[in-house]
């Protein structure tokens, strides 16, 4: 696509009017790929560039579409199988575009997962290193007391390293289960059901909650439906580079107060 004016691509993003587009500009309230812009008459391309107003990024390319599935079990998170399985592809037959998911949510794990045709977005999101919080719902065996909570939020060392949630908490216990909501930023294959074999309750039932700001709320199983302009917003933002380093800032444990950065020897 050509180049266009800024404040043309912002008036006609929706954001505002040419005018107040271009006052928006001036006042220093617009960023191109991550950089102010005050000069009126600066060239983007909407199909390459990031643009956003305030924190939020906007969104450019209407041809681009989003949508949340609530993947139910026993179904693979790709479009296409070669055993045979239920997959994606049933979900999606109303769809003119090709659309692909965003990351993967395992055989016997169901609910939120993002389907697109943003290749950019959905490879930016299901990177690792953009350590996107997700939120899960556990059914695990026995019942977790406080004692385990801690273990989980202090960490446990798998096969392929050590991992620690972000947040637990205790939905509900019978004599046999336990309901449990955790909140983790990393993508590792299985990590919640390995995390919770660890510490001695295997998962029974489990599905996604959340997505980053993104939640499944009443969507039914097996239900898609298109992402609002807000949720498309949200997850753009979520995507800039500058958010990244932000969550990976946040991450980091606190150094301990009066004590000496480690050296190497």
């Known amino acids: 696509m050509a180049e266009e004016r800024l404040q043309k691509v912002l008036a006609a993003a929706g954001v505002a009017s040419r005018r107040a587009s271009e006052e928006l500009i001036t006042e220093g309230k617009v960023r191109v790929n991550g950089k102010v812009v005050t000069v009126l008459g600066t060239k983007v391309d ?13 969104r450019l ?12 079990r026993s179904v693979v998170a790709s479009m296409a199988d070669d055993v045979g399985r239920r997959d994606l592809s049933e979900f999606v037959t109303g769809i003119e ?22 290749g950019t977005l959905a490879h930016a999101l299901a990177h690792p290193s953009f350590e996107v919080p997700k939120t899960y719902l556990a059914k695990v065996r026995g019942v977790v ?52 074999d660890a510490v001695g309750h295997p998962v029974m039932a489990l599905s996604r909650q959340q997505f980053g700001p993104l939640r499944l709320g ?23 580079p ?23 020897n």
């Open 145 to 196: 007391n406080v004692g385990t909570v801690k273990r989980l939020l202090a960490g446990v060392t798998l096969e392929d390293g050590f991992i620690k949630a972000d947040k637990v908490r205790i939905k509900d216990t019978s004599e046999a289960s336990s309901m449990i909501e955790v909140t983790i930023h990393s993508g590792r294959n299985r990590i919640i059901r390995r995390m919770f």
């Open 97 to 118: 575009e090709r659309v692909y998911n965003v990351g993967r949510l395992d055989y016997e794990t169901s609910g939120l997962l993002i389907l697109t045709n943003d």
């Open 242 to 264: 500058d958010a990244v380093s932000q969550r990976k800032r946040a991450a980091r444990p606190a150094k301990e107060k009066g004590k000496p950065n480690a050296r190497k």
């Open 46 to 58: 909407p199909e390459q560039d990031t643009i956003a107003v305030g924190n939020k990024v906007i």
């Open 61 to 72: 390319d209407s041809a681009k579409r989003y949508f949340m599935l609530n993947k139910p």
């Open 218 to 240: 009443t969507l039914t199983s097996g239900k898609l439906r298109e992402l609002s302009d807000w949720e498309v917003k949200e997850l753009l933002t979520l995507a800039k």
